[in-house]
């Protein structure tokens, strides 16, 4: 059990490296954009990727709380 939290742990570390930066050309320094709060839709690899994020997160979750009970 403990070997799946790894690998889903290592899994869920680079897809989360993977996704783009949802403000990205917003900074503190610079005063950010007026681009930040546009309204974006996920497409394609993007949609993708945020949806096995929340799965490998889930799975994370549940093996964590199922070997806490153990």
Not at 2 to 24: F, G, H, R, T
Not at 33 to 38: D, K, N, T, V
Not at 61 to 70: G, K, N, P, W
């Amino acid at each position: 059990m403990e070997i799946a939290v790894v690998i889903v742990s290592i899994l869920l570390i680079a897809i989360v490296l993977l996704q783009s930066a949802k403000a990205e050309s917003a900074s503190i320094i610079q005063g950010g954009s007026s681009e930040l709060f546009q309204n974006r839709k996920e497409r394609g690899v993007e949609l993708f990727i945020s949806r096995l994020t929340f799965i490998l997160g889930f799975t994370f979750f549940v093996l964590c709380t199922f070997i806490s009970f153990m």
